[in-house]
Structures are given as structure tokens and as C-alpha cells.
């Protein structure tokens, strides 16, 4: 049977980030994808120049005509940029049944820019975390939905995890990138257990999308493995897309991962 995925997200025109990296990257594992626009963005490798927010009621009509006629197997949230569009966004995740539901946190670009209105944090914190089958924080997006100072260390890492399991997410996936070291430290916590995921630091600056493209790489495998492979698996997808990176030589500045590296 053929994964359906969707994504409801911001646009990047230049093509690293956003839906256009969500639909190559559930392309790449095998997902069909769809998707809902949530704003337009003008912005390249160098920075986003512009935004512009699609309406609350504009975002419901393309989900409803999504699901009236797809049946949706898996379901990731990215860029909501301001607090109407996560009520909207609520409402239709937790009136519609969808099984599998990914959370990214988008708040800041690569180059800096904000990507998430103030007000929107409270929001995505008290309705949409606890319909998150994982949510999928870097460390400054954690400190922001727990209104805390950011993690220094894996230590602290692994605690904001467990606050943010308390406010009803299935399974958080604490990304430690923002970390120094050789390694980049990952960990996966559930009610049952926490798992610490390693893997080699990879020297680019292309690395633009990333965050994009791992929380899609999980919607695109959710229904087809348990949470721990899924997740074990867009990891090394991930790792192949940014080891690969400068193959591309897109832009001048921070350019994008290789989602199709497996191909080209």
C-alpha cells in the first residue's frame, strides 16, 4: 500500500527547506506527499528577505480537500507562523483522524530570521504538542516552548526533553546539534525509555533545510516501522543528505542538503 504523507508548512523557494524539501525528502523514502501551505517565503541560501502568512481559513480549505478525497497516513507540521493558523491547525488534527502526527518546531531560519510569531509559541506548546505522536525540538526551540534557558549540556538536553513529555507528547526527539564536539548527540525519549543516537559531525555549511528534512524523513517512515526504526532510519537518511551537501554547490551561502543522493 502506498504512504501518504502530508506536510503543512511554509514555502522555500529556493528549494532547501520547507515543503519543497519535505515533498523530496518523503519522495526519496518512498512516501507520496502532499502538502498545505501555510506562507509563502521569499528567500535563498543567503537569507529569507520576505514573508507572507496564507489565512487561517485559506489553510483549512486545503487540508478539507485533502481529506475528503486522500486518505492521510502520516502528517507533519512545520513553519505555522503566527497563532490563528495553529488554532486552525489544532482544530483540523484533532477533529480528523490521522495516525501518525510529527511536530517540527520551525521558530528561526538557518540565516537567523524569526519564522514564528511570539504569541505562537504558547499555542503550539498547549494545543498542538499533545496531538504530536513526536515533536522533534533543536535546543534553542526546546528552551523556547519550555520558557527556560538553553541546554548546555546532554544533561540538560535529556531533562528538557522529559518537561516537554509532560506536556502530552507521545515522544520527543531532543536534537543536540547547537552542541560543540565531534559528534552530534541526539535522544529519543518516550514514557518507556530513552535512547541516545550519535552520529559523526559533518564539516559543511551546507546545511541549510535539515531540521525540514529529518522530522519529514520520520513522517514519510512512521507507517511503516515502529517510532525507534523510523527514526533510526531518517537519521542515517539525514546523515547521507548532508554528507553529500557540497556535491551540490547551490548558492552562495548556506546551501541545502542532497536529498537524492541515493540517485545522483
Not at 507562523?81 to 517540527?104: G, W, Y
Not at 531560519?109 to 498547549?126: M, N, Q, V, W, Y
Not at 526546546?142 to 534557558?149: E, I, M, V
Not at 514519510?220 to 547521507?240: D, F, I, R, S
Request: hydrophobic share 45%; with cysteine.
Amino acid at each position: 500500500m502506498t504512504t501518504i504523507a502530508l506536510t503543512i508548512a511554509g514555502s522555500d523557494p529556493s528549494g532547501g527547506a520547507g515543503i519543497q524539501a519535505d515533498l523530496k525528502t518523503f519522495s526519496a523514502l518512498g512516501a507520496y506527499g502532499m502538502s498545505v501551505i501555510t506562507a509563502l517565503t521569499a528567500q535563498s541560501t543567503q537569507g529569507v528577505d520576505a514573508l507572507l502568512a496564507i489565512t487561517p481559513e485559506f489553510v483549512a480549505a486545503q487540508f478539507n480537500t485533502l481529506y475528503q478525497d486522500i486518505q492521510i497516513n502520516s502528517v507533519k507540521m512545520g513553519m505555522l507562523m503566527n497563532k490563528e493558523i495553529v488554532i486552525a491547525v489544532h482544530h483540523l488534527l484533532s477533529t480528523n483522524a490521522i495516525p501518525a502526527i510529527v511536530l517540527d518546531t520551525v521558530m528561526i531560519a538557518k540565516g537567523g530570521h524569526p519564522l514564528l510569531k511570539s504569541d505562537a509559541i504558547t499555542a503550539i506548546r498547549e494545543l498542538l504538542l499533545p496531538l504530536a505522536t513526536i515533536v522533534t525540538p533543536n535546543i534553542p526551540e526546546a528552551a523556547a516552548l519550555l520558557d527556560c534557558g538553553e541546554a548546555k549540556n546532554e544533561d540538560d538536553m535529556q531533562k528538557q526533553g522529559d518537561e516537554l513529555l509532560k506536556l502530552g507528547c507521545k515522544a520527543v526527539l531532543m536534537k543536540g546539534g547547537h552542541l560543540s564536539g565531534s559528534q552530534s548527540p541526539d535522544y529519543l525519549i518516550t514514557q518507556d525509555n530513552v535512547i541516545r543516537i550519535t552520529s559523526p559531525r559533518i564539516q559543511t555549511k551546507n546545511t541549510h533545510g535539515t531540521g525540514c528534512t529529518l522530522s519529514a524523513a520520520i513522517t514519510a517512515l512512521l507507517p511503516k516501522y515502529n517510532l525507534v526504526e523510523a527514526v533510526m532510519q531518517a537519521k542515517n537518511y539525514l546523515q547521507g543528505a548532508i554528507s553529500h551537501a557540497d556535491n551540490l554547490n547551490i548558492g552562495n551561502g548556506i546551501g541545502p542538503t542532497h536529498h537524492f543522493y541515493r540517485w545522483w
